[in-house]
């Protein structure tokens, strides 16, 4: 069977070449477009494991998605995370200030959104790039640009929405790295995340005007800035708007099913590339459906049973939905804690499935992300502030749920538990797979989410065999006890191209008081999730993460001694300091994975086997104990290192801490990863994108929300 699954997988890429070639160049209905790469957030709501049967397959490769996944995941790209080589607090001149070598992301440039602009949490930004495996900057004739919506009601000076190019530092003027591409008052305030056609020359959005809510789409075209943006041709009618001059605008209302105007400020726009159709849901519980969309005189689908009243409940304002063209189903959650699947075309049309009550929290926490659909094996995963048990600890659990894509009506699914909650549950975010999960053909992996609701934000693994759950570990918590701080959705990402090889790590942010010095007002963060895996040659100073002990502990372990590893998982040992070969590799136990700042080096200090340090670059730990010197000895820079001459004391080099952090005000909106292009390609390419929840200094504009690309440091 295993070989099977194999040649299934082998198949699967072998068709890559072929397939893809013709989906750029016939495209959607037979006409050629230019080939882009829209990354925004849908992609991590729709997401693909990998095919392990020929039907799987044959059923995947039709669908675009799945190939802007593969690209993200198999295009030899280039990715650095890296560590300061100081330990000084350095400001980048940006407006942000980077934190002390020991946890540090490095912004590369902070832009102004307006006071008190924000993409908003649980909303992410939007990035499109018009070359697969290239990288370019405003001298093409098609930019790479990123979209961020302000949150704020656009006016003659304030913008709705903005664009940005010429984003990576490998970019020379005109007229600056970043530049405002474009920047429009729309007349209206975007509350929920943007998403773009095919080619990247229109975007969807939602705005509000009061409590009456709009479907916007927009053909931009360069101009205006943020603080004195463009106004875009607003048309009335549809056939007026398909094929308009940018830039220009249709808005169309969202209207219940007796033609009241609706509010949405919950619901992002999904859209469907293969058939041109795009759902929204609205705050009094009602699902749009609109045909066509960018291809044709935009039109909203309202014969029976459309739209359809999805939610009757006390909080029936509706989450993002997702459109799985395999089942039919539409699916989507609601406040009061619900998940729901419609049926979104045929004689069933309409068809609503309601699931047992998933969500106790506050409606402004209950099933807040909306489902994330796994399209290959039919599965659809949500996540629940409050399960309104009283299982952990005597108080309700924050969940994960996992169901089927043709789910029964009052059925609860299966469900891991990732902490503890609250009456007053901050959401639980969608989570984020690694890339075990997507290559492994029997759907065995991790998946990573900010758990413990009610309580400390918790960053957890959850383990996943065969596409089961297994029991979720703690990997760090990331705030003080009992601080009661909300978390971002995760974000995991693979680097192929590390310093010391291939490195893992899940992104995310709290909202103030994180552990790591300097966020006190919110930071964003990272952690290694490297995992072990067998038979892969592993160099000196490589670092994983790995389980010990009962209950399990999350550890760093770093290589050592270079080598192949073995067959099977080690016996992982919980003693920092400890060493284990592992095929013909030796690991180092750095310690427990953590992020509050560990402590320098003392002179004449009494230090205790296995202390832990922190060099300015890198963990040093005690192997002698002793008392230091009168001076800082001049330290061991690769992993295994040994220090001596320090007093009494010797040390071995650990490697550099495996989290890294940087300061966001406020937190950070969700977080994306643009990670496709080629070797070789232009400095500071594959960043990070998002905006603060509140406001700083970004980058001569004080008191202002900003748009923030960053990296590790050593991308630059």
């Known amino acids: 069977m295993e070989g099977n699954i194999s040649r299934v997988v082998r198949l699967g890429a072998g068709l890559l070449g072929v397939v893809t070639l013709g989906w750029i160049l016939a495209g959607q209905a037979a006409q050629p477009v230019p080939e882009g790469l829209p990354t925004d957030w849908t992609y991590r709501h729709v997401i693909f494991s990998q095919p392990a049967t020929a039907e799987e397959a044959g059923r995947m490769a039709g669908d675009p998605r799945y190939w802007q996944q593969w690209y993200r995941q198999n295009v030899v790209r280039v990715l650095s995370f890296g560590v300061a080589a100081s330990a000084d607090a350095t400001p980048w001149g940006i407006g942000h200030t980077s934190l002390r070598a020991d946890s540090q992301i490095r912004p590369d440039w902070s832009q102004t959104l307006g006071a008190d602009g924000t993409v908003g949490a649980g909303n992410f930004p939007a990035k499109y790039s018009?070359?697969?495996?290239?990288?370019?900057?405003a001298s093409a004739a098609n930019p790479d640009f990123v979209v961020f919506s302000t949150g704020l009601t656009g006016s003659g000076t304030q913008a709705s929405i903005v664009a940005f190019d010429n984003l990576y530092s490998g970019c020379t003027s005109p007229p600056s790295v970043p530049n405002v591409y474009w920047a429009y008052n729309t007349?209206?305030?975007?509350?929920?995340?943007p998403v773009f056609s095919r080619d990247g020359s229109q975007i969807a959005f939602v705005q509000t005007n009061g409590t009456a809510a709009n479907l916007v789409l927009l053909r931009w075209a360069t101009g205006g800035t943020v603080g004195n943006p463009a106004a875009p041709t607003l048309f009335l009618a549809p056939s007026s708007y398909f094929g308009c001059t940018a830039p220009c605008m249709i808005t169309i209302p969202l209207e219940g099913g007796t033609g009241a105007a609706t509010n949405d400020t919950t619901s992002s726009v999904f859209y469907d590339y293969i058939s041109d159709t795009a759902w929204v849901g609205?705050?009094?519980?009602?699902?749009?459906?609109?045909?066509?969309?960018?291809?044709?005189?935009?039109?909203?689908i309202r014969t029976s049973p459309w739209p359809v009243h999805v939610s009757t409940a006390t909080n029936p304002a509706l989450s993002s939905p997702v459109y799985d063209g395999v089942s039919g189903n539409v699916f989507l959650s609601d406040q009061s804690g619900y998940l729901y699947s419609v049926v979104a075309s045929g004689t069933s049309a309409g068809t609503i499935t309601k699931s047992a009550q998933l969500d106790f929290g506050p409606s402004t926490a209950a099933l807040a992300s909306g489902p994330v659909l796994d399209k290959t094996a039919e599965k659809v995963y949500a996540f629940a502030s409050s399960d309104g048990s009283t299982n952990c600890a005597g108080a309700a659990c924050s969940a994960v749920y996992q169901f089927s894509a043709t789910f029964t009506g009052g059925t609860s699914g299966t469900k891991a538990t990732v902490g503890t909650s609250s009456a007053t549950a901050n959401p639980l975010y969608d989570g984020a797979f690694d890339n075990e999960f997507y290559s492994s053909p029997t759907r065995t992996g991790s998946l990573y989410v900010c758990g413990d609701t009610g309580v400390d934000p918790i960053l957890y693994r959850m383990p996943m065999t065969a596409g089961t759950f297994g029991t979720a570990v703690s990997v760090a918590p990331l705030t003080p006890v009992a601080d009661h701080r909300a978390c971002s959705p995760v974000t995991d990402v693979l680097n192929p191209n590390g310093t010391v090889g291939p490195q893992e790590r899940a992104f995310f942010s709290v909202t103030q008081n994180g552990h790591p010095t300097g966020c006190g007002a919110g930071c964003a963060?990272?952690?290694?999730?490297?995992?072990?895996?067998?038979?892969?040659?592993?160099?000196?100073?490589?670092?994983?993460?790995?389980?010990?002990?009962?209950?399990?502990?999350?550890?760093?372990?770093?290589?050592?001694?270079?080598?192949?590893?073995?067959?099977?998982?080690?016996?992982?040992?919980?003693?920092?300091?400890?060493?284990?070969?592992?095929?013909?590799v030796t690991w180092l136990n750095q310690g427990p994975t953590e992020v509050t700042a560990m402590a320098g080096w003392e002179l004449d200090h009494r230090y205790t086997v296995n202390t832990r340090i922190f060099d300015g670059a890198n963990v040093e730990i005690v192997t002698v104990p002793g008392i230091s010197g009168g001076a800082a000895p001049p330290w061991a820079t690769t992993a295994g290192g040994a220090t001596t001459g320090d007093g009494t004391v010797s040390w071995i080099n650990a490697g550099p801490l495996a989290n890294a952090a940087l300061a966001a005000t406020g937190g950070t909106s969700g977080i994306i990863i643009d990670n496709t292009v080629s070797t070789g390609t232009l400095a500071g390419t594959s960043?990070?994108?998002?905006?603060?929840?509140?406001?700083?200094?970004?980058?001569?504009?004080?008191?202002?929300g900003c748009a923030v690309q960053a990296s590790q440091s050593a991308l630059k």
Do not use: K
């Open 130 to 137: 018009f070359g697969i495996t290239t990288a370019n900057c």
């Open 525 to 584: 963060m990272s952690f290694i999730t490297t995992p072990w895996q067998a038979g892969t040659a592993d160099n000196v100073g490589q670092e994983i993460l790995t389980f010990a002990g009962a209950p399990s502990v999350a550890y760093i372990n770093v290589a050592i001694g270079a080598g192949t590893s073995g067959t099977t998982v080690p016996a992982w040992s919980a003693t920092i300091g400890s060493t284990i070969t592992d095929g013909t």
């Open 282 to 300: 609205d705050a009094s519980g009602w699902l749009h459906q609109f045909n066509p969309v960018f291809s044709a005189a935009p039109a909203e």
């Open 687 to 704: 960043e990070l994108y998002f905006s603060t929840l509140g406001n700083e200094d970004c980058p001569t504009t004080p008191t202002s």
């Open 187 to 193: 007349s209206g305030q975007i509350r929920t995340s």
